[in-house]
């Protein structure tokens, strides 16, 4: 797992311009994201202005297009690598199946359990705090501005929100591992050691209100609807994709896009290490980076003794 060369002295411009172009102009969760958001903002979301009062209408087309695009995104994927078994076990990084009849898990199946928390409790709060965040924006309460106003900015935003979502992620990921919220709600998402397409927002609801903070950035930087649809999708469709449970997606005999990474896959194995994204180097940063050897995987042991024993 290479350092995003951004942080590697002395400067590589040709390195950045090649991972950078991974996210931005390649087929990936990134640029897929980027789509819904257009298409969302051109063809279904209503203006601001309808936005000013609260009313059934904008509010329900709000969650219908959070919910649609996140169902059809996560069943999909895991009718084709699960059900269907697509592509077999290429690419996978653990070569088990979904969990069945497990008391471990809500209805003694990991699938059933990881769509119930994700609808009930991701999409739904998710919704909320984009409700808040628009009707706020319609009335003035959060910085909103017109494409035309700053066509620069418009741009610069989407970067901006992604290097944002990975320092709140980290921050807010790393104290979900304190054993008492870890016991109250983020072991409900680490039932999930074998990951699959819709464990990426399946958590419990005290996790998913901390998540969602992450929204309060549109109340500090002007940004524009289109920028809240990105975030919201990036924020929760993109951990399809990373817990997809398989580095590639593999379509007719051919790599289509990357999906998960080894780095989060890491994590799920070994609980205190990677907190982060692979796109920011947050925790080789701070400590807590696991590279898949040995010698991290028993520092990430020894982290995790001393945080739930003190020794």
């Not at 087309?61 to 699960?82: D, E, S």
Request: charged share 10%.
């Amino acid at each position: 797992m290479a350092l995003n060369p951004l942080f590697q002295w002395p400067p590589k411009p040709a390195a950045v311009l090649r991972w950078y172009s991974a996210y931005w102009l390649a087929i990936s969760s990134t640029t897929f994201t980027i789509a819904l958001a257009f298409v969302g903002y051109a063809v279904f979301l209503p203006p601001l202005t309808a936005m000013a009062e609260w009313a059934p209408g904008w509010m329900i087309t709000v969650w219908l297009l959070n919910l649609i695009p996140h169902v059809a995104t996560a069943g999909l994927l895991h009718l084709w690598l699960y059900r269907w078994r697509g592509q077999g076990t290429a690419y996978k990084f653990d070569p088990r199946d979904q969990t069945r009849d497990n008391g471990t898990f809500t209805f003694r199946n990991q699938v059933h359990d990881n769509m119930f928390w994700t609808i009930a409790s991701g999409i739904t709060q998710w919704t909320i705090a984009q409700w808040i965040v628009f009707w706020a924006m319609a009335n003035g309460y959060a910085p909103a501005f017109a494409f035309p106003d700053n066509p620069l900015w418009f741009l610069a935003m989407f970067p901006v929100l992604v290097i944002w979502s990975s320092f709140h992620f980290y921050w807010v990921h790393r104290a979900l591992h304190w054993p008492p919220l870890y016991k109250l709600a983020h072991s409900l998402h680490h039932r999930n050691v074998n990951v699959g397409p819709w464990s990426g927002i399946s958590m419990h609801p005290v996790e998913h209100l901390l998540f969602y903070t992450n929204f309060l950035i549109h109340f500090v930087l002007p940004t524009h609807p289109m920028h809240l649809l990105f975030h919201g999708y990036m924020q929760s469709i993109h951990p399809v994709f990373s817990h997809s449970g398989f580095e590639q997606l593999y379509v007719a005999d051919k790599e289509r896009a990357k999906m998960g990474d080894f780095f989060h896959q890491l994590h799920h194995r070994y609980f205190e290490c990677n907190y982060g994204t692979v796109e920011m180097p947050w925790d080789r940063w701070f400590g807590s980076f696991h590279d898949g050897s040995a010698q991290a995987t028993q520092e990430t042991r020894a982290r995790k003794k001393q945080m739930y024993t003190g020794r």
